[in-house]
Structure formats: C-alpha cells, structure tokens
C-alpha cells in the first residue's frame, strides 16, 4: 500500500506571496491533520480535516487555512508569507480521526 | 507547564544497552499515546501506540504508560547504531473524541555509541 505523499517536496518563495501544498493519504484513511515542524518550536499541529470538514485546529493565523476533498486528498495554503512560515510542512493521516498517524515526506518551505 | 514534556538529551547509550525514553503529560483526561522515530531530515515514523496502562511489547520495544503518573515511557534493548534518532511522544488529549487534538513533545534524541 502506497504511503502518504507530499506535494511539492521543496518550495521557495518570497514575503508576501502564498503558496498551496498538498497531501494525498494512504488508500481508506480518512483523516488529514497537518503540522509545521521548526528546529525552535519543533512539530505543532494545524489542523485535522476529516470527511471534508475541519475537525480541530492548532493556535495558528488566520493566514493558514485548509480544505479535504471528497477523495480524503487534502490541501494547505499559506497567504502572505512570512520569513518565519519557513519550516518543514509534514502531512499525517490516520484511518479514523484519534488514530494512529502516518506522516508523508514533508514540504520544505522557504520564504526569502 | 508545556502539555507534553520530553528531555531534549542528548541521551547516550552504548551499542546493545538498553535505552530508555521518558515523556509526561499534563491532560489527565489523555487516552492515546504515540512514540515516533525520526531521524535527520526524515518525517517522523509511528514505533508504537499505546492505549492502556501497562506494558506492551513490540520485537526490541517496550511502552510502558502510568495514567496515574502521567508518564508513558518506551524502551529500546539491544540498541543499535540504527536507533541513533530523535524520539517524539505524542499524546491525543481529551481522549476519542472529535474536539481532541495530538501533541508533540519536543523529542529526545539518542545516540548508541559502538
């Protein structure tokens, strides 16, 4: 069974502008939560969608924001970067929400 | 206090020793526990989960959760140079249900000396 998958594994953009991830689960699972992981502040969670609503969120700003589709794919975007929203976007998902989760490879997002 | 709390190491053990993780937690209300595995440059990687109070075993890894102490605990026999990694506890708090969130404590990194 195909792991978790990242898109794009690597991203450089500028302050100011926004970008889009994405993250396709494992095969059945139907959760998505999304973390950001920092060598400062190491993994904090984002939020967790599960059938294509968001379940819970993580002390982010509004500035971070996600959506699931109807196959469990699922999406994160960053509007108006900020040098600090430079960090390693990691993807998990789990079978049911409280379950185990699976990470993907990550995003590494760099804003210059 | 921080929700999940990890000593950040590192901790150094000799190759075929036993090493042992220690993590607490400040939700008494917490019913699901993780150990991940990650290593340099890598996503982390689910070792072990553990629901209730006790040991469980899985090949060279042991959990071992305290409710009551709000400790939950995993250790590695025979370590291998190949365990040398950071270690994150994970903990779901308010338990199975839709409002609980996991959190990350800030993991403990190993390094099994030959």
């Known amino acids: 069974k195909a792991g978790v998958t990242q898109t794009p594994r690597y991203l450089i953009k500028t302050r100011g502008q926004q970008v889009t991830l994405s993250c396709s689960p494992i095969s059945g699972h139907r959760s998505v939560s999304w973390y950001q992981q920092t060598p400062g502040q190491g993994l904090q969670f984002l939020f967790e969608?599960?059938?294509?609503?968001?379940?819970n969120k993580g002390n982010f700003p509004g500035r971070f924001s996600g959506r699931q589709f109807s196959n469990s794919r699922s999406e994160m975007n960053v509007s108006t970067l900020e040098l600090g929203d430079s960090a390693l976007y990691l993807c998990?998902?789990?079978?049911?929400?409280?379950?185990?989760?699976?990470f993907g490879p990550g995003t590494r997002l760099t804003v210059t | 206090q921080k929700e999940v709390e990890q000593n950040s190491g590192p901790l150094s053990v000799p190759e075929g020793a036993i090493a042992s993780l220690n993590c607490t937690y400040s939700d008494r209300g917490s019913q699901s526990f993780f150990w991940y595995r990650q290593y340099s440059g890598k996503s982390p990687e689910l070792i072990m989960s553990?629901?209730?109070?006790g040991d469980k075993e899985d090949g060279r890894f042991t959990a071992q959760l305290n409710k009551a102490s709000q400790y939950v605990s995993l250790l590695i026999r025979d370590s291998q140079p190949s365990d040398s990694a950071t270690y994150l506890c994970a903990v779901r708090l308010r338990g199975y249900s839709s409002a609980s969130k996991i959190i990350f404590g800030s993991g403990t990194r190993l390094s099994i000396r030959p």
């Open positions: 969608y599960f059938s294509e609503t968001q379940r």
């Open positions: 553990i629901y209730s109070n």
């Open positions: 998990a998902s789990s079978l049911e929400m409280a379950g185990e989760q699976y």
